[in-house]
Every structure is written in structure tokens, then in C-alpha cells.
């Protein structure tokens, strides 16, 4: 279970660092997956018991999580390559996270702002984090998806998170001239055209399956196969004059954790995993949490929930004293709707993958290609009443507003 490199000693030697306690001695090391097979597909996740005696003679047992980059033999191992995804998220824990939550706390924010990271080995790629279930942070139901509570919640948290990363900009530039340009539609890389491309023509294919569904819309999206990452690169770009800051870039039900009160409303909210933060429009975030995370209900009242966005990160940007140019209301809910091809993606792409409660094999290459088992996990998908049900709601709107037609 535990990799050979991690034994007692190498730990101990970076827990007595992070503790600040030289006499600390590790007794006991011991390990179990901390996801389930098909949970988490750009690495490797596995919570780790530690048993220590403090300098004061005090024994604790805690807990953190490990997280490996995919072994080399992993199907999809060259792809995260490609996008640099280990190092960047290596980058955030270690050098912007710990940033962005000292400049937080100038306007008087003091709640965690992700977990600590215990360890940063670049040669193993690695990280050992602070283990979030034992301050009580749980993942919301992926398949239930969020109400209007979390969703306002996750909101402002994106806000601070956007509004903090402006100014650590600012005042620190060189932490982020590196690294947070990639994203998954990024012009030159090869690596998700192919996953891209094989799950729209899976969407196709159940499309074709619906005869009202294929009249009115397949011919339409035959159309976009061809040209689906070029459209996809257009709702993330960024000129010169556009609003825009580092973004958290994957910001969906399971990459978000909340605490509860006694009476199981969330209170506190805050973000994991962070491999595909880029430096982008902070309308894509949101974009990207309504596609795949929100309730139908609260998918509604998307136009009020993007301006309780942009209230929050103005206010943040206030409290701040930010100098630099903010839009109107307006002009912020135009940048939205002029990246909105991103949902064609999102919403049928991603979505079904990630509601999905069925019985067939979650491996990664079932996910695109088209083989017996790829297509068998692919129909699975669509089979599903409740991504039927999203579907049916979202093409017609997605129609409406011209995006399914050339752009």
C-alpha cells in the first residue's frame, strides 16, 4: 500500500519541519486508498495514519493525504504531462495558497483557505496534505448536486479566491508568470482534443438514439466535431481588455469541501485540487460550476447568482483598496454569455461523468474511446434519467442562443 520511499524516517524528517519540533519521533506508518477506483483520474490518492510522540512527550495520531502523480503506466499519465498539471498544483499549494491566505487575512478573512500542505517532493512528485475530514470538510453529493445554500457559498468562496489572486498579482507578480497559461482547450496540445472529441461523439451518438432530440440537433453538432476545441479556446481566452485573474479552472462538486452545523446547513466552504488553474476570465469558473454542479432548479437563476459573484468580488476588491479597472454588472454578465460555448462542453461532456452512479467500469480510456467497453460506459452514461432529463432541458437553450450553430 505505501510506496517503498515512504517509510517512517522520511516522514518524521518532514513532520518535525512542518511541526517546528525537532524532537518529534514517528511510531507507527500505515495507509489506505483515500478514493474510490474511478474517483480521481490525474493521480493517485491514499490517506495515511501516522502515530507520533511530540517533544513534550504528548502522543497524537493523525491523519493526511498523499497524492501521487498517475504511474507512468497509466493510460492517461502522457496527457497530464502534456498540461503540466503535477507542477502546477505543487506551485499553488506550496507558493500561492499559503500567499493568497496572508493577504486574505489583511481584510479580515481568518477560515482555512485549503489544506496545508505537509510535503513538496518535486522529485517524487508528490504532496502530503492535511487530511479535511478531520476538521469535519465533506464533499457535497455529486449526484444530488448543489442547492442554492452551497451554490451561494462555493460563489463567494470563488469571489475571494478571485479577488485575492488580483492582488497577489499585483504585489507578486513573478508567483504567477509561469504555469497558468495551459487549460484543458489549450491551442497546441493534442492531449484532450482526443478525450474531447471521442466524448462528443458518444453525446452524438446517444442524440441519434432520440428521435426528437436528432432531428432538431443532430446535423448541428456533426458540425462542431470538427471544430470543437477552437470554439472551446474562444470562451477562455483573454485580450488586454478583458477582467481577468488566476481562476481555480476545475471548480465542481467533489473539488469542494463545507463544514456544517448542528442543524446540517453548510457554514464554511473551501477548494481542493487545483491542477488546472489558469489565468483566465473569472466568468469561466462560474461557467464551470453551473455546467456540472448546480441542481436544475438553481441552474435557473444563474443571471442573479453570476451577480452575487460579481457584488462579493467587488466588495472583496474594495476591501482590498484594488486600484485597477473593474467592470460594470453589465459588461460582467456579457463576458459570461460571450463565453457560454463552454457549456455546450461542459453540461454534456463532463456532467454525465460526473452525476454517474452505474455499475459499468469508470476506467479513463471508457471515458472517450470508442471500444466495446468505452462505448458500453459511454451509453451507461446517457442512460441515466437524470442526464436524459439535462439534456433534453439544456439543448434547446443552447440552440436558442446559437451556440450549436458556426461560429
Not at 236 to 258: A, P, R, S
Not at 317 to 346: A, D, N, W
Not at 387 to 398: A, D, G, Q, T, Y
Request: proline residues 4%.
Amino acid at each position: 500500500m505505501l510506496p517503498a520511499w515512504l517509510t517512517e524516517e522520511y516522514i518524521q524528517g518532514h513532520l518535525r519541519a512542518y511541526c517546528k519540533d525537532e524532537q518529534l519521533r514517528v511510531l507507527k506508518l500505515w495507509a489506505k486508498p483515500a478514493t474510490e477506483k474511478g474517483g480521481n483520474y490525474v493521480g493517485v490518492m491514499t490517506r495515511i495514519y501516522v502515530d507520533y510522540e511530540n517533544g513534550s512527550g504528548t502522543l497524537q495520531k493523525k491523519s493526511y493525504i498523499l497524492k501521487q502523480a498517475c504511474p507512468e503506466d497509466a493510460s492517461q499519465s502522457k496527457l497530464f504531462q502534456e498540461y503540466d498539471v503535477y507542477n502546477r498544483e505543487m506551485d499553488m499549494y506550496e507558493l500561492v495558497m499559503p500567499k493568497m491566505a496572508e493577504l486574505l487575512r489583511e481584510i479580515g478573512f481568518t477560515e482555512k483557505l485549503t489544506a496545508e500542505a505537509v510535503v513538496v517532493d518535486r522529485e517524487r512528485t508528490i504532496m502530503i496534505l492535511e487530511d479535511l475530514a478531520t476538521l469535519r470538510y465533506v464533499n457535497a453529493d455529486r449526484v444530488k448536486q448543489l442547492d442554492l445554500a452551497h451554490t451561494k457559498l462555493t460563489i463567494e468562496l470563488l469571489a475571494r479566491f478571485h479577488a485575492a489572486a488580483l492582488v497577489l498579482n499585483q504585489r507578486y507578480p513573478e508567483l504567477l508568470r509561469n504555469n497558468y497559461s495551459s487549460h484543458f482547450f489549450s491551442r497546441g496540445k493534442k492531449g484532450y482534443e482526443e478525450i474531447f472529441t471521442g466524448l462528443f461523439k458518444a453525446f452524438i451518438r446517444y442524440v441519434n438514439t432520440q428521435p426528437s432530440l436528432k432531428e432538431r440537433y443532430s446535423d448541428k453538432l456533426e458540425h462542431i466535431v470538427s471544430h470543437l476545441m477552437e470554439y472551446a479556446a474562444r470562451s477562455v481566452d483573454v485580450g488586454e481588455k478583458d477582467f481577468q485573474t488566476l481562476i481555480h479552472g476545475d471548480c465542481w462538486t467533489t473539488n469542494v469541501m463545507y463544514q456544517y452545523d448542528d442543524e446540517g446547513n453548510p457554514v464554511t466552504v473551501l477548494p481542493i485540487d487545483f491542477q488546472f488553474s489558469t489565468w483566465t476570465s473569472p466568468v469561466v469558473d462560474l461557467l464551470y460550476l453551473f455546467s456540472t454542479s448546480l441542481r436544475e432548479e438553481v441552474r435557473e437563476k444563474e443571471i442573479e447568482l453570476v451577480q452575487h459573484h460579481f457584488y462579493e468580488l467587488k466588495k472583496n476588491l474594495e476591501k482590498f483598496s484594488y486600484k485597477g479597472v473593474v467592470p460594470s454588472l453589465h459588461e460582467y454578465q456579457l463576458q459570461f454569455e460571450r463565453r457560454r460555448f463552454m457549456t455546450v462542453i461542459i453540461a454534456n461532456l463532463f456532467q454525465p461523468i460526473m452525476v454517474y452512479e452505474g455499475t459499468e467500469e469508470p476506467e479513463f480510456l471508457n471515458l472517450y474511446q470508442n471500444t466495446p467497453a468505452g462505448i458500453r460506459f459511454q451509453d451507461s452514461m446517457y442512460a441515466c434519467e437524470k442526464v436524459k432529463r439535462i439534456v433534453e432541458n439544456i439543448l434547446p437553450v443552447l440552440d436558442a442562443k446559437g451556440l450549436l450553430d458556426p461560429q
